[in-house]
């Protein structure tokens, strides 16, 4: 049997660990695997940042969501993701904007949107608006692809039921 111990992690040692989840799903493998299974197609750079920037924003979304829903100290919690934020920003989308503030400005109101979709009733799942968001903007309109809004239901869902499996697993000082 399994030991239940925690384990015992600064702040900044726990960002390094979203981090490294986060860059899990971002590789350009995954990134083309999951344009496949989503019907959108790879035809040129331009579709793979189309793609790339969208699961980037998502996914960066989706740790802060998963993180706001298990952490029971929000300022440990706060801490933890500005750490983390800070290190998205220096590796990616910072070098394209003059500054932190700026980039999470850029940000804020497609994490808005996400959040107001998973705010909304849906008969499903809000899981399925968000889907809608994300299908809009890969496609300009949505795309009525009971495959793509099925799928991307279940990256949304598996993505942060497994994160927050990960999150119990850790004592952060």
Not at 63 to 70: D, H, K, N, Q, S
Not at 98 to 115: C, L, N, Q, V
Not at 130 to 140: C, D, Q, T
Request: with cysteine; glycine share 6%.
């Amino acid at each position: 049997m399994m030991d239940n111990k925690k384990v015992k992690v600064s702040k900044k040692q726990f960002a390094g660990l979203l981090d490294y989840w986060l860059w899990g799903f971002l590789s350009e493998k995954a990134v083309k695997k999951n344009a496949k299974d989503l019907g959108f197609k790879i035809k040129n750079n331009e579709d793979f940042s189309k793609i790339f920037e969208e699961l980037f924003v998502l996914d960066m979304w989706l740790v802060i969501y998963t993180c706001e829903g298990r952490f029971k100290d929000e300022d440990k919690r706060n801490e933890v993701l500005d750490i983390f934020q800070h290190l998205e920003y220096g590796r990616y989308l910072g070098k394209d904007l003059k500054s932190f503030g700026d980039w999470i400005m850029a940000i804020a109101p497609r994490y808005a949107e996400y959040s107001k979709g998973m705010e909304t009733e849906h008969p499903s799942t809000p899981l399925w608006v968000v889907a809608n968001i994300i299908n809009k903007r890969l496609f300009g309109e949505i795309k009525e692809d009971l495959r793509f809004q099925a799928k991307m239901v279940i990256y949304i869902g598996l993505f942060v039921k497994q994160l927050g499996k990960v999150i119990k697993q850790y004592d952060i000082e």
